[in-house]
């Protein structure tokens, strides 16, 4: 199962980011994003929606890997998944 941390770190290769200029974008502190990828802390609830608005990916998607009752809705009627 994948962490937030880990779903983070994703959505930032797959936007062809670097993790420096993602924590400067959002105003994050590096050291904060090292606490979140050892498992010492997780981003705060604010900063979770921030980042999910920031990949355009739903806050469901994000913090629990499931995507949004929408998003499921969307797939099984042909429209586009993430």
Known sequence: MQSIYERIEHLIAERGMTKKAFCQQLKISTGNLGD???????????????????????????????????????????????
Request: glycine share 8%; net charge positive; aromatic share 12%.
């Open 36 to 82: 979140w990828k050892r498992g010492k802390s997780i981003p705060s609830t604010n900063k979770l929606i921030e980042i999910a608005s920031f990949f355009d990916v739903s806050l469901d998607w994000l913090m629990i890997g499931r995507p949004s009752k929408e998003a499921m809705v969307r797939e099984k009627t042909g429209g586009l998944f993430f």
